[in-house]
């Protein structure tokens, strides 16, 4: 089971309805080092590499021309890196969606910084069934993209890759790399090749949990909903509770 929080309440009609999901761009997230995998040339190590790029790359151009860029960036291969890493394009399509381990359910953190200080709500999904993909990528009732899921690794050192290594890591493990201070969210990160609405298999919604500060009658009212609808009836109602005698929460199921 991997679990989603949502800071508004208003988003999980939306969400229960429709069977969507939202993913976000990666220039969105509120972390600078997302997805920063800048380009690093070793000059002496990559000096046949470099000339051999150029040349690949500079057919029908005069030898004083593919001279001249031979010599620029080998003298300054700073301005290579920086050619390249321009050209990282691949990025700018693909959507992510961010979860959770069980654990952090009764996170007081995660509830305070991700669910708007208990008004928002958490989904429990079985990750194994949800079958997602973008609601504009079926085509004559076929998923054409697929999403990949993996862990976060939560490491100190900046990645750079040397776009001539032929060992260089793959990106999609660049794209599970963070900060160790974001290692309290355990996160277990969705990549999809598009950003935007994607369409879950309703039966992977196992849970949904309500935060403390949500009035009964918004519970009420979903509870409603949830009961009368096919699509939902294996889904399990929960509500954040507070611990009697520690300072700590606890997650209940909700009593009818």
């Not at 309805?17 to 939202?22: E, V």
Request: charged content about 30%; aromatic content about 14%.
């Amino acid at each position: 089971m991997i679990y989603k929080f949502f800071s508004n309440i208003e988003f999980l009609f939306s969400t229960i309805n429709d069977s969507q999901l939202w993913f976000s761009k990666v220039e969105d997230f509120n972390d600078p080092f997302e997805w920063a995998f800048p380009y690093k040339i070793d000059i002496e190590k990559n000096k046949a590499d470099i000339i051999k790029y150029v040349k690949d790359n500079s057919l029908h151009q005069p030898p004083q021309f593919i001279d001249y860029k031979i010599n620029e960036y080998l003298s300054n291969p700073k301005k290579l890196e920086d050619e390249l890493n321009a050209t990282v394009s691949y990025r700018r399509k693909k959507g992510v969606c961010c979860f959770t381990v069980p654990e952090n359910n009764c996170s007081i953190l995660m509830w305070s910084h991700y669910a708007n200080n208990h008004k928002g709500f958490v989904l429990g999904f079985n990750e194994n069934d949800m079958n997602l993909v973008h609601i504009k990528d079926w085509i004559n009732g076929t998923k054409i993209s697929k999403t990949y899921i993996k862990n976060v690794n939560y490491e100190e050192r900046l990645c750079h890759i040397n776009p001539f290594d032929k060992d260089r890591p793959d990106i999609k493990e660049v794209e599970f790399i963070k900060s160790p201070d974001w290692e309290n969210e355990n996160e277990i990160r969705i990549v999809s090749p598009l950003h935007g609405l994607h369409d879950f298999n309703p039966s992977s919604l196992k849970e949904i949990i309500f935060g403390l500060n949500i009035p009964e009658n918004i519970i009420q009212k979903f509870i409603s909903y949830i009961k009368h609808t096919e699509k939902l009836s294996q889904v399990q109602i929960k509500q954040c509770k507070k611990h009697e005698r520690e300072l700590k929460i606890e997650i209940k199921y909700y009593e009818f």
